[in-house]
């Protein structure tokens, strides 16, 4: 399976085309002009998410990927647009959302994002991940697609300079997907994504579960 040796894969048709449709008709609501990134707790914000979640499909195909119960960790709208348009260096994503902050020896550092707070865990956290990016909208290399480089999750926590290092013999892979697909992955493999060349709408949901048990006094945020 492609998703357990290169830490990701691409799923046409993941979920009934309904959902994407719901969250496509409320997004078409949103301005994010002069605004950079994504928007988090969009299961806070957008009825739509909360309706996905709460039908149970998500969980029920991280099940399958992690092959144990999974909790749900974090979901974050991104748009790439004409007015909203932005370049991601090579990096992992490397942190957790959380119910407080806890002194938990080899986690860290901490920090506080759309008022939860983030803490990098350790690598057997990660390695206990899957996300789920859903496309809204077509992803292309002219639309800003992710690129990604097969494998590199196997690498474990790498600091800036190793990933910089990395990266100039790596081979990236274009994550070009169609409407109603999902992007399959390991949030510590290795991504990317450049700019649009040609910004219309470029709508991703990506969304986060873990089979982790929290050490005592943790829960997910």
Not at 43 to 62: D, M, W
Not at 209 to 218: D, E, M
Request: with cysteine; hydrophobic share 40%.
């Amino acid at each position: 399976m492609p998703f357990s040796s290169d830490g990701f894969e691409i799923v046409n048709d993941f979920i009934d085309r309904s959902f994407f449709q719901s969250i496509k008709t409320e997004t078409d609501k949103i301005k994010l002009a002069g605004r950079r990134g994504g928007i988090r707790n969009a299961e806070k914000r957008f009825e739509s998410v909360q309706a996905l979640l709460a039908a149970g499909i998500l969980s029920n195909h991280a099940e399958i990927y992690l092959g144990k119960t999974p909790n749900f960790v974090r979901a974050i709208l991104f748009n790439k647009t004409p007015q909203n348009n932005w370049l991601v260096t090579w990096h992992q994503d490397k942190t957790i959302a959380v119910s407080a902050k806890k002194e938990i020896e080899g986690w860290g550092p901490w920090s506080l994002k759309g008022g939860c707070h983030h803490v990098q865990p350790g690598i057997d956290v990660l390695n206990s991940m899957v996300a789920f990016r859903l496309h809204i909208d077509e992803s292309t290399e002219e639309s800003g697609c992710l690129r990604v480089i097969p494998e590199s999750h196997k690498l474990g926590i790498m600091s800036q300079s190793e990933i910089d290092n990395y990266v100039q013999g790596a081979a990236p892979f274009q994550c070009i997907t169609k409407t109603n697909s999902a992007l399959v992955l390991r949030p510590h493999i290795l991504h990317a994504s450049n700019k649009a060349s040609k910004p219309t709408s470029r709508r991703v949901l990506h969304v986060e579960f873990s089979s982790y048990t929290l050490p005592r006094g943790l829960d997910w945020a």
